[in-house]
């Protein structure tokens, strides 16, 4: 397992930079991973989706589709890549600490 | 007496009834199967008819004549399901209660899910997922003077995912049959990082997408389609223009699921993906395109589940508790063109690997490989679905769950590690 060093803390990532053990994720190392991602700064938008996707994998063990984020109101698409340039379902789910969305088959 | 009821008399409704009818005494259940109409489509089939090979009334049959005649079947619309009475509400005020409901409502598209799609429907845009859409694309097809063909996919999940790239084949091989394809641009769009959602296929497929000169746009999603300007629009700003598109727009379950209230994002049933009943009620069960489980909306699945739905629900009249025992089989020919075709076999937690079917060694289909005898199961394929599939016999050597016998994961990807792991 590789392992990678944000501010003062280490913690372990898989082959593309998901945290493998979300119990080491905290609001700093969210932060270190979006500056990695090209997100400079988390404003409280951010926080409202990294939150949510949270919740999401809580209840549903994965992380929730764009689409469930834009119907459940709390942030449209459009915001959404606007806040995660490039692909924000899985910038939004490498900060929030949780693994890879992986679509169906 | 009691009442199990079926909505939708599609693969997995039909061979739901049957199964099931073998086992409950008629004395004791009445079954019941509803759908909005009685014309079964053949759905593999549909690829077939934009390039000539079929025309939509070889692949049509009446639904009634798939079910048992100890079987009601009844041609409505439902308005909606309510849980709490154990009704089914219809369109025309009609009741029916149930003691046990099977959903098997598949899913359809929904071009109106993204924004500019209609407006250029079946002018410049088209789908291959219905009937009338495939027939109306293979005169476009024929008329087609050249340029730029995009090939599109909007939103995952959809039908049978490797649809799309069978079509990307198909007219890569038909175009050069004809002596045009120096004419046209073929080019894929996909909201996917690569050809595939696993690494494995991805890699075999995308390699003979690039072998056959289609281009490659990923990790596209559309914001909106401008008809006028004939270009999809992408949430990242990125654009693709296009002379003929060819989407497979966004799939979702039955509007009825979400009249009742019991769907998700996309309208699918929330499904225990191992039990196939549903999450929240204890009567209700699911099955096929209609449920929510992370697998591919293909009928082999429906097939693959069938046979595990049947013993559960025994299992649950019974009184005792569920098998969890789906473990997300699916089993799918990939058109490649030229007479060849891919064949691919995998699971939850088993991504599509290369290898030998159904047996080790001797095969003798080869797996994620172009082959002819590939080609041809897929075109026998069409006879099994209607005499074996449909009836609920089973299909020689090809049990419910997978096997691993006969497939090897190569070296590279072994060492791997997050590769095929249950999403």
């Known amino acids: 397992m590789a392992q990678k060093q944000y501010g003062a803390a280490t913690v372990d990532v898989d082959d593309e930079g998901f945290l493998a053990d ?12 979006a500056r990695d991602e090209g997100v400079a700064e988390l404003t409280p938008a951010h926080w409202k989706v990294i939150e949510f996707m949270q919740k999401e ?5 994965q992380a929730p589709s764009i689409r469930k984020l834009n119907k459940s109101g709390v942030i449209s698409t459009k915001e959404l890549y606007d806040l995660f340039p490039g692909g924000p379902a899985k910038k ?14 | 007496m009691k009442r199990l009821l079926i909505l939708g008399a599609g693969t997995g409704g039909t061979v739901m009834a049957n ?12 079954i019941t199967v509803v759908d909005r109409d009685n014309e079964h489509y053949y759905q593999p089939g549909f690829l077939f008819i934009p390039f000539g090979f079929f025309k939509k009334e070889d692949i049509v049959k009446p639904r009634s004549r798939f079910l048992p005649r100890t079987v009601e079947f009844i041609v409505a619309e439902v308005d909606r399901i309510d849980p709490a009475s154990n009704e089914v509400l219809f369109r025309d005020g009609r009741i029916l209660t149930y003691d046990i409901l099977i959903v098997a ?30 027939t109306a694309l293979a005169e476009k097809l024929k008329a087609f003077p050249g340029g730029r063909l995009v090939i599109h996919v909007n939103e995952t999940p959809i039908k049978c995912p490797v649809a799309p790239l069978e079509f990307a084949f198909f007219c890569d091989w038909c175009l050069r049959r004809h002596h045009r394809r ?125 046979e595990i739905l049947a013993r559960n629900i025994v299992r649950a009249i019974a009184g005792k508790p569920l098998e969890p025992a789906f ?59 209607w005499h074996m599939l449909l009836p609920g016999r089973p299909i020689p050597f090809v049990p419910a769950r997978m096997k691993m016998a006969g497939k090897r994961r190569p070296a590279s990807e072994a060492a791997g590690g997050s590769a095929g792991k249950t999403p």
Request: glycine share 8%; aromatic share 10%.
């Open chain 1, 22 to 33: 979300f119990t080491q994720w905290t609001r700093e190392v969210a932060a270190a991973i």
């Open chain 1, 57 to 61: 994998f809580k209840e549903n063990g």
């Open chain 1, 92 to 105: 939004a789910a490498k900060i929030s600490g949780l693994k890879k969305p992986e679509g169906c088959v």
């Open chain 2, 19 to 30: 199964l099931l009818r073998k086992r409950l005494a008629p004395g004791d259940w009445a």
């Open chain 2, 105 to 134: 409502t598949g899913a359809d598209i929904v071009p109106s899910e993204t924004p500019g799609m209609v407006d250029g429907w079946r002018d410049t845009i088209f789908d291959f997922y219905t009937p009338d859409g495939a």
């Open chain 2, 182 to 306: 120096d004419k046209i641009e073929l080019v894929y769009v996909t909201p996917l990082s690569a050809a595939f959602t696993k690494p494995v296929a991805s890699k075999a497929l995308g390699a003979l997408l690039a072998e056959k000169r289609v281009g490659m746009i990923a990790d596209f999603n559309a914001e909106r389609i401008d008809a006028t300007a004939h270009k999809i629009v992408g949430y990242d700003g990125r654009e693709v223009p296009y002379d003929l598109l060819v989407t497979v727009p966004t799939n979702m379950g039955s509007e009825m699921i979400e009249r009742s209230g019991m769907g998700d994002e996309f309208r699918f049933l929330p499904t225990d993906p191992y039990t196939l009943r549903s999450k929240k009620h204890e009567n209700i069960f699911a099955i096929g395109d209609a449920t929510d489980v992370p697998t591919s909306k293909a009928g082999s699945v429906a097939h693959f589940q069938a």
């Open chain 2, 327 to 385: 473990d997300g089989h699916a089993n799918c020919f990939v058109e490649s063109g030229r007479g060849r075709a891919i064949l691919i076999d995998f699971n939850y937690d088993v991504e599509p690997l290369p290898g030998r079917f159904p047996f080790p060694v001797i095969g003798p289909m080869p797996l994620l490989k172009p082959s002819r005898i590939n080609h041809w199961g897929k075109l026998a394929f069409r006879w099994i679905y």
